[in-house]
């Protein structure tokens, strides 16, 4: 049964970088059949896409966070990373992950990630 | 990019209701339409995508339907589980995809 698990610190400072990753365990991952993306949630808000990665390293990005962010995966280990630059209070969220076949059919738990000094 | 308008923001219902939730996109859309259902504190999960097609293990009281710009999905009968926040997602045009800003269906 394929599983996505986040990991990553819970507090980032403002103007520093936020990383996080994802691990998938289970079938799939070694397969460009499949796309592996963030999506975040704001406090009390909807869901807004980052990204996505395919095992081969193809990446797709949200234009609105484009110029900050980077996508890798690490087919050895299988996991997918996410990393924000220069963050401000307002990339304050809760990060899930995800497997994209036509839609996002398996997701994390989500990894809450707090800016703040 | 592809603006997603989901309508009502809420709704109060009881069990055994009939539920409907629209969601509109800004242009045509070929039915590459998602519906998922969150709980709070929860991911979100997948109902239906290519705009009728339940995933395996959705309960048949789910259903979604509709074309070029406009798709609804239907609760035939409101079960105490299914309270819960309900988005829409289109994935035709990418990047980027795009989600609905959600439906709140609440007990009344």
């Known amino acids: 049964q394929l599983q996505l698990q986040e990991s990553g610190p819970g507090l980032v400072k403002p103007s520093e970088t936020l990383s996080l990753t994802c691990t998938v365990s289970g079938d799939s991952f070694n397969s460009d059949s499949y796309f592996w993306a963030w999506i975040r949630q704001l406090p009390g808000k909807g869901l807004e896409w980052i990204g996505s990665?395919?095992?081969?390293?193809?990446?797709y990005y949200n234009p609105s966070l484009k110029s900050r962010v980077t996508i890798s995966v690490d087919t050895s280990k299988n996991q997918f990373s996410l990393k924000v630059n220069s963050v401000t209070a307002a990339d304050t969220a809760v990060y899930y992950c995800a497997r994209r076949w036509v839609a996002l059919d398996h997701w994390g738990q989500g990894s809450r990630v707090s800016v703040s000094s | 990019d592809i603006q997603m308008t989901q309508s009502p923001s809420s709704l109060s219902a009881s069990v055994g209701d009939r539920v409907t939730i629209t969601c509109r996109a800004s242009?045509?859309?070929?039915?590459?339409l998602a519906w998922y259902q969150q709980k709070p504190g929860k991911a979100p999960k997948l109902l239906v995508y290519?705009?009728?097609t339940l995933e395996s293990g959705v309960p048949s009281r789910f259903s979604g339907s509709g074309s070029g710009t406009d798709y609804t999905l239907t609760i035939s009968s409101l079960q105490p589980e299914d309270f819960a926040t309900y988005y829409c997602?289109?994935?035709?045009?990418?990047?980027?995809?795009?989600f609905g800003g959600g439906t709140t269906v609440g007990i009344k």
């Open positions: 242009q045509a859309i070929s039915d590459a």
């Open positions: 990665v395919s095992y081969s390293g193809s990446t």
């Open positions: 290519g705009a009728d």
């Open positions: 997602q289109q994935y035709h045009n990418m990047p980027p995809l795009t």
